[in-house]
């Protein structure tokens, strides 16, 4: 793969002593020509660099997802 990765945010996970979760923008996450996406990861033993649970969400979806997130408050 020919992935990018960039702009990593690291958080901490609220309710955890050692989780985090890690925000980063990787291009071509799936090879050459595959579009740009915003991956966010959860680690509860605090490795952003590998995390149990990931989702890769497409930036073109980026704006719909922040504001369905920031409804639920």
Known sequence: ??????????ISLEGTKNGVI????????????????????I????DAENPEWKVHIPLK???DVIAALQALQ
Do not use: F, H, R, W
Not at 1 to 10: D, I, K, L, P
Not at 22 to 41: L, N, R, W
């Open 1 to 10: 793969m020919s992935e990018t990765v960039s702009n990593q945010t690291v």
């Open 22 to 41: 890690s925000v980063a923008k990787i291009e071509e996450p799936y090879g050459s020509d595959s579009a740009t996406v915003a991956s966010i990861g």
């Open 43 to 46: 680690s509860l033993a605090g």
């Open 61 to 63: 979806n980026l704006d």
